[in-house]
């Protein structure tokens, strides 16, 4: 090792400048990471393959600019430097450096980091009066045929920059090391890559215009980190997460604090921002540092109901002056990409060289505008692009960005779904050939089989136990089964749940596993699924079909058949054949004595038939028993039902339910679910009496009782008491509250009481105390994710939990996750569920946009349907339109002043007078008398929709007459008239489609990247999901089991 010294110049805080000497010691073997090492380096890790034609070897200035375009993973073979990575992070900062670092470590990336400066012949000292970029490019050089002879010239290495000089200089000095700009190397090296080439084109337009910023400044500068962390240190300044306000985003931010339940009372738990000179600079979701201002410049927040408002929590102090301030710093960024929209060119804009500087929209309201350069303006006009945030100066009222690529034209189907999935940082790209490749195959000539090792190490059921499973109709993925028989003459009942083996194809660590970690969950929009895992899994090998050998984790319970105690538990690896594949309708026929053919006894022997239908059916009333007794244990302890129990009734009488509504009343579907949560209940004490600092578990906080108020109001106001104490005696309460004229009133209350709901969420066991696991919604002490692997990642973390703690008893315990790294991990799933959950609501209001959108509101029969007030506001009132599932507001008065007066006939007109607001009604006043809407009243509304080309078209309803919708047609079931509504957006979609590819073909070429993120499409999930959203607490648990293995 030889010890030399190293001078750097570094920046610091305040951006001065410091001269640095360092200790340095070099090396001879630095590992090259290469699969073409000749030396016998100590290559672990990630390392690069050798049936590349090159490596490549960017500069500095390519590693600080132009880093995105290496983030494409079909580059290949790429070589980060030492010096790349410190210059990137010395003069970019944290954010672009942990952005290196991740692609670094990411195996799905093609790159590796060479330590040039430790290796001894690779190294360069800095010269006399060298500048430092100077040193820095001939370090890199140095690197890039250090690796060529290293290699032995096996490969060649072609070094990328964008300093022309650079080119001249080192070009033609060493045969088989080439250097050439970014652009060369992308003209000659990826010609077809043509997002890489679109995003080069916009960083270095970008880059142009960086300098010729105005000189006047807009904003205040911020202050130095030290100044800021000092400040909060001493109380003088505060810190928290900007949140602009949906509905103000002009005006309102706030800043959420962290910890607020130790501030100051005066403070509250958020500070308002007012206006953007006080937001200064700060994006939604940054970290930014405020300082309060005095207070009587502190301002109230507005509460009157703004279009866009549906469904906010309420129960805070309306008006009241509270804590504001203003920001001085930002700690951290938190830019993701954005979807813009660019408006149509109004008049000649400001048009410098060959590209122009155009104000982006973003669709995000809480975002502000960005400005963008581009050479394609007039083609991007009316477009969604994606763009990043590049930098926001104190001379520049808006932030500067650049585009990332085009969506499509705003307002067609397929851009519109896009925008909504980049908007949610959904990232769900087609699985890679390398991902495919550890699939195990599946062919017709290769068909997969069981291997005789598994059939060893596994407890092998397919002859001794009756495995079934019940799912909807239709259902390819089936990730759980069910067995159950009698022992020790009737005294006994063994209940067994077998779930699909899904971490026996799914190595921890292997790209799908990075892949499936990565998306979190399968992403179900209204007309189109993302799938968590390659489909060769979810829907055949790790599928629990019928009349196949699968792998399953199972748990066998051993019940006494009278008490139904739990006498013995196992917990293990099983290989199963399922008997039969059940739908919900048919296992309730069988169950209710029906004669209704089995599809898998349709070629037995009639004297056969009888004994297995026999057998069947035995077990199926055996599993509704126990299920029963399951639910009712749960009851006592406070468990919630939050479905609308009417609902079911009303759908009961309908004949024509398609066979993808899976809520109907059966009991069945509360037996499957029962038997699902017992499983992962017994799981989650499994893993955390093993691991009790390191168990993934799932808590369902108790709620804030302050969010019940406007439940508990809505309730009174039609005599009903809802007592809030407990889950107990909520449950109790909502079970009585029903009006027996109006099935709709209960219902209601149950999607108000969900709203109130805290949300469900994993957690590391070291990471909280045992109380605190809690289960509210379930009334279970602890839970946990166990039965669909397929679908749900935190699946397949609790399976490897569970594996290791069955292995633990067998000493052979493993290398686990820490309570950090779990803690971590529940934090990126729980955020993705999040993401999960507003991209489908979202998804969901596109199409009832897309319904209306091209309807004449005022002769379409579809526009006129029956709503139901939920809510009472300033001015006016939340409506349910329980047909199409729609909730929006209703103004009773408008900007001119005019409010909403019922005639005689119950017909509305508007006139001018005023409106008053009451707990549990609202009145309008005019001179011809008062009007009065009351909470749960049924009113006919006319749906039309507020376009709006930057952003979310909106639903828009207006008040046509205070009594219930009379329609000419026979009612249809909602759920019906939903489905219908998404096929037929769908066929309009793809008419439109068509014929915008026609027009398109001629002129651009947007077309072939628009579709490119698609994966699969299953027609009328739409209903499916309405019942997971309305079930928002249930809904990623039970009602999962239900309908999410359809999709
Ligand atoms: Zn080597």
Not at 395 to 416: C, I, K, Q
Not at 559 to 577: F, Q, S
Not at 837 to 863: G, I, M, V
Request: one cysteine or more; aromatic letters at 8%.
């Amino acid at each position: 090792m030889i010890r030399t010294e190293k001078i750097l110049h570094l920046k610091n805080n305040r951006g001065r400048r410091l001269r640095v000497v360092r200790e340095h010691y070099l090396r001879e073997e630095v590992p090259c990471y290469s699969s073409v090492c000749q030396a016998g380096c100590p290559n672990g890790g990630k390392v690069l393959p050798g049936d590349l034609t090159h490596y490549v070897v960017p500069d500095v200035g390519v590693g600080v600019d132009y880093l995105e375009i290496l983030e494409f993973q079909e580059m290949q073979g790429i070589i980060f430097t030492q010096t790349v990575c410190q210059a990137v992070q010395h003069s970019k900062g944290r954010r672009q450096y942990n952005r290196l670092r991740n692609l670094l470590k990411d195996p799905r990336h093609d790159c590796v980091l060479f330590s040039n400066e430790f290796q001894e012949y690779s190294y360069c000292p800095r010269e006399k009066g060298e500048s430092q970029e100077e040193w820095q490019t001939r370090c890199v050089y140095s690197a890039a045929v250090w690796y060529h002879n290293h290699l032995a010239g096996l490969m060649d290495i072609v070094m990328i920059t964008q300093d022309q000089d650079t080119v001249t200089e080192y070009s033609s000095l060493n045969s088989g090391v080439y250097v050439v700009s970014v652009q060369d190397y992308l003209k000659n090296f990826w010609p077809d890559l043509q997002g890489a080439h679109e995003l080069y084109a916009s960083i270095s337009l970008a880059l142009q215009v960086k300098e010729s910023e105005g000189k006047e400044e807009e904003y205040r500068d911020h202050l130095p980190a030290e100044v800021l962390d000092a400040g909060i240190k001493s109380g003088r300044y505060i810190q928290g997460t900007l949140n602009v306000s949906k509905h103000r985003a002009q005006t309102e931010a706030f800043v959420m604090l962290e910890g607020f339940s130790n501030k100051s009372s005066d403070i509250g738990w958020c500070v308002l921002v007012h206006g953007d000179k006080a937001r200064n600079r700060a994006v939604h979701g940054d970290i930014v540092v405020v300082e309060l201002l005095p207070k009587s410049e502190w301002k109230g927040k507005v509460t009157a109901l703004t279009e866009g408002q549906g469904e906010e929590k309420s129960g805070e102090d309306e008006r009241k002056p509270m804590a504001t301030g203003r920001v001085v710093g930002v700690q951290q960024r938190n830019w993701r990409d954005y979807v813009v929209t660019v408006p149509p060119r109004e008049g000649p804009q400001a048009q410098s060289r060959n590209f122009q500087r155009i104000l982006t929209v973003p669709w995000d309201h809480r975002i502000p505008k960005i400005r963008i350069s581009t050479q394609q303006a007039d083609t991007l006009q009316d477009h969604r692009v994606v763009v990043r945030i590049d930098s926001w100066e104190t001379s520049s009222l808006y932030p500067n960005g650049h585009t990332v690529r085009v969506l499509g034209r705003a307002g067609e189907l397929d851009t519109e779904v896009q925008t909504i999935v980049v908007e949610n940082s959904i990232s769900v790209p087609p699985f890679s050939d390398a991902q495919l490749r550890e699939m195990p195959l599946n062919s017709a000539e290769n068909p997969w089989t069981v291997d005789p090792a598994q059939v060893e190490a596994r407890l092998d059921i397919r002859q001794s136990h009756l495995v079934f499973s019940i799912d909807p109709k239709g259902c390819e993925d089936v990730d759980d089964t069910l067995s159950v028989r009698c022992l020790a003459d009737g005294k006994l009942f063994e209940l067994g749940v077998h779930i699909a083996d899904v971490t026996h194809f799914v190595k921890e660590g292997s790209l799908t596993d990075l892949e499936a970690r990565s998306r979190a969950t399968t992403y179900y929009l209204a007309d189109r699924r993302y799938d968590m895992l390659p489909a060769v899994l979810s829907s055949d090998l790790c599928s629990l079909l019928g009349g196949v050998d699968r792998y399953a984790m199972s748990v066998i319970w051993e019940l006494d058949a009278h008490t139904l105690a739990v006498n013995k538990v196992w917990y293990g690896r099983t290989i199963i054949r399922s008997s039969y594949q059940l739908h919900y309708e048919l296992a309730q026929a069988l169950l209710n004595g029906e004669q209704v053919p089995v599809p898998e006894l349709a070629q037995v022997s009639p004297e056969q038939k009888d004994s297995r239908l026999a057998e069947l059916t035995q077990a199926l009333e055996t599993l509704t028993f126990i299920a029963r007794h399951l639910r009712a244990q749960r009851d006592r302890g406070g468990a919630l039902e939050l479905e609308g129990v009417e609902v079911r009734a009303k759908l009961d009488e309908q004949k024509n339910i398609t066979a993808l509504v899976p809520r109907q009343p059966l009991e069945v579907h509360e037996t499957v679910a029962e038997c699902m949560i017992y499983a992962n209940h017994w799981v989650a004490r499994k893993i955390q009496e093993t691991f009790p600092h390191q168990a993934l578990l799932r808590r369902h906080p108790p709620p804030r009782q302050e969010f019940f108020s406007q439940l508990v109001e809505s309730a009174k106001a039609r005599g009903f008491n809802i007592d809030t104490t407990t889950n107990k005696t909520l449950a109790d309460s909502l079970e009585r509250a029903v009006d027996p004229e109006d099935s709709l009133v209960n219902r209601l209350l149950r999607m108000m009481t969900t709203q109130a709901m805290s949300e469900a969420l994993y957690f590391s066991t070291g990471a909280l105390t045992v109380p605190e696991f809690y289960h509210y919604g379930l009334a279970l002490d602890c839970y946990t994710h166990f039965t669909s692997p397929i679908r749900r990642y935190a699946d397949m973390v609790v399976h490897r939990l569970l594996t290791a703690a069955i292995a633990e008893e067998k000493a052979l315990s493993k290398m686990l996750a820490s309570n950090k790294e779990v803690e971590q991990m529940s934090q990126h799933i729980n955020k993705k569920n999040r993401a999960a959950k507003r991209a489908q609501k979202l998804s969901t209001e596109l199409f009832q946009c897309l319904f209306f959108k091209d309807r004449d509101p005022q002769s379409d029969p579809h526009c006129m349907a029956d709503g139901i007030i939920y809510s009472i506001r300033d001015d006016g009132v939340l409506v349910f339109v329980p047909e199409y599932g729609i909730k929006a507001p209703v103004y009773l008065k408008n900007r001119e002043g005019q409010v909403v007066m019922v005639q005689q006939d119950g017909s509305c007109e508007r006139t001018s007078g005023t409106i008053r607001r009451h707990r549990d009604h609202i009145s309008t006043t005019s001179a011809c008398g008062t009007s009065t809407f009351r909470l749960f009243d049924h009113i006919t509304v006319r749906i039309s929709v507020s376009s709006s080309h930057c952003h979310a078209d909106r639903i828009h309803l207006e008040i046509i007459s205070n009594k219930p919708y009379q329609s000419s047609q026979p009612a249809q079931p909602h759920t019906e008239a939903r489905c219908q509504l998404v096929r037929e957006v769908v066929r309009l979609a793809e008419e439109a489609h068509q014929q915008a590819q026609q027009k398109e073909a001629r002129r651009s070429k947007f077309s072939r990247e628009e579709r490119e993120f698609c994966q699969s499409k299953t027609p009328n999930l739409y209903s499916l999901l309405e019942e997971v959203r309305e079930l928002a607490l249930m809904d990623l648990e039970m009602v999962g089991q239900v309908c999410a293995t359809t999709a």
